[in-house]
C-alpha cells in the first residue's frame, strides 16, 4: 500500500527544485527519502513502472522498483533505475535538468551522451 504522504512529498520537492510536478510517474510508493544535506533522494515503488508520457512522444520510460538520484536546483543527476527506450535499445537516463535559460523545456540525458529535450508541460501533473 502507498504510504500516504510518500507520493505528495515527491511531487513537492520536484517544485520545490524547479522541475515539472509529473516528471517521475509514481505508482504504489511504499518509501520515498530525501537528504536535504546531500541532495540524495531515493524511491521505492512496489513494482518497476512503464509509462509513456502522452504530451512527450511515443517513447516509453521505465522506472525500477528502487530508484535513486542527487537533487539541485532545476536538476536530477546521477539517477539510478530510470530507463527510455530509444529505437530497440532501453538506455539509462542519468540526469534530467530544466535550463535557466529555457525554463520551459526539460533535457534529458541518457548514460550513452544522448540527449533530448521536450516542453515542460508535456510533464505537467497527470500526463
Known sequence: ????????RSIELLEELGLPKGLL???????FGY????GFMWLVQRKKVDHTFKRRSSKPCRIAARSWLFAEKGKLKNITGVKTKEMFLWLSVVEVYVPEASPEKVT?????GLSDSFDAIAFALGE
Open 35 to 38: 537528504n536535504r544535506e546531500d
Open 25 to 31: 510517474p509514481l505508482e504504489d510508493i511504499e518509501e
Open 1 to 8: 500500500m502507498e504510504t500516504p504522504s510518500a507520493g505528495k
Open 108 to 112: 534529458f540525458k541518457t548514460g550513452t
